[in-house]
């Protein structure tokens, strides 16, 4: 049992601490935001993040909480819009699906790709008061 | 297409349901809907492209350098700064979890180093970068060496404002780490492979490391050295002296 608690510990450190600057870096986006737009609160944030973007949804969750404490916008509410990755296949000419970055084609099998969406991290917009 | 958020139908998931455009028209009085469609990074691209300007405007060529711990990063930037502080005015910003060992390493061959400590940071980033040349100074017309935090994850996020990024790779890794960690072998623009004086040693493929390489990046230069023999140190210090040039046409 304390075996398993160990080995989740170790594995989660290294990506939560990208995701709490990740998080950091949300928080300086919406005070500059508070700033120019006169708010004084934020109630709920909603952000972009792509399946191709490397950012882990659970740390990010995780990080959030700890980032926006005693900030403009504690105890903001965290809605997160995945987008999936999709690809233009050079050689097919058409939008595929891919699950990483430097996937090949899952229809012709050609690595001519460019991703077309999937790599987002974006702050689309926040409710606030 | 949603007014309020610009997404189109069935496009968008949240947890794995269908993002509800509902719940940001219905605004009460004192809550309103902010756009802000900015990407997370801004604020440190912001801070890159300050760096970036500041750079160019003191002719200084920054190279952001990326590797695993134990690549021989700071070895070879030893070896380098030994081989050219005669020749040409140099300076460094090391950066570490913890610990100022390697700006000691670096002063000792007589170049100016600052050393920033991210603590339970996992990379550098351009904020910290801009403070450290308040107090590094870098003179005018200079090769600027950023020693990343040894990580092949983050630091690939993050734009610190360097002219080129070189990633390090030792031949005591895996032929496979340009597959495995693709963000940081896919936007570096040189490769040194470190340590091929060990190459007798090992059971290691060059051509799958530049097989795995091609695939990620096929723009990628590469160049195999060692930094303990000296072997193949004048190509990396071509290509330096070759890209500050094309750097300021």
């Known amino acids: ?129 | 297409m949603c007014a309020t958020c610009g997404c189109g139908e069935g496009e968008v998931k949240i947890d794995g349901e269908d993002h509800n455009h509902h719940s940001h028209t219905h605004t009460t009085s004192n809550k309103r809907i902010v756009q802000i469609e900015t990407d997370i990074l801004e604020k440190n691209n912001q801070y890159a492209n300050q760096n970036r300007v500041f750079f160019k405007e003191h002719k200084i060529f920054a190279l952001n350098l990326v590797s695993s711990p134990g690549s021989g990063k700071t070895s070879l930037l030893c070896k380098t700064l030994d081989d050219l502080k005669n020749k040409y005015k140099l300076s460094v910003i090391e950066g570490d979890q913890q610990t100022d060992n390697d700006a000691k390493r670096i002063q000792k061959t007589g170049c100016p180093a600052v050393q920033i400590n991210t603590g339970k940071g996992c990379h550098l980033d351009a904020h910290m970068v801009g403070h450290s040349l308040e107090r590094l100074k870098p003179e005018k017309d200079s090769y600027l060496f950023i020693e990343n935090v040894g990580n092949l994850v983050c630091p690939a996020s993050f734009d610190l404002g360097e002219a080129k990024r070189v990633v390090i790779l030792s031949v005591t890794e895996g032929e496979d780490k340009p597959i495995k960690y693709p963000d940081m072998f896919a936007d570096s623009d040189l490769m040194l492979l470190n340590k091929i004086d060990l190459l007798p040693h090992l059971d290691y493929s060059l051509d799958k490391v530049y097989q795995y390489v091609n695939k990620i990046n096929p723009k990628m230069k590469i160049i195999q050295v060692s930094a303990t023999t000296g072997e193949s140190m004048d190509l990396w210090y071509q290509w330096l002296e070759i890209s500050k040039k094309t750097e300021e046409i």
């Open chain 1, 1 to 129: 049992m304390i075996k398993i608690v160990v080995v989740f510990i170790l594995s989660i450190e290294p990506n939560s601490m990208h995701e709490m600057s990740l998080c950091e870096g949300v928080l300086d986006v919406i005070e500059d935001s508070a700033k120019a737009q006169n708010f004084k609160k934020v109630s709920q944030i909603f952000l972009e993040i792509g399946n191709l973007s490397g950012v882990e949804i659970e740390a990010m969750k995780f990080c959030f909480a700890a980032v926006m404490r005693d900030s403009i916008a504690d105890k903001a509410k965290l809605t997160i819009i995945k987008k999936e990755g999709l690809a233009w296949c050079m050689k097919c000419a058409k939008k595929v699906k891919v699950k990483q970055k430097f996937d090949k084609c899952p229809d012709c099998g050609s690595y001519q790709l460019q991703i077309v969406s999937g790599d987002e991290m974006k702050i689309k917009e926040l409710e606030v008061e």
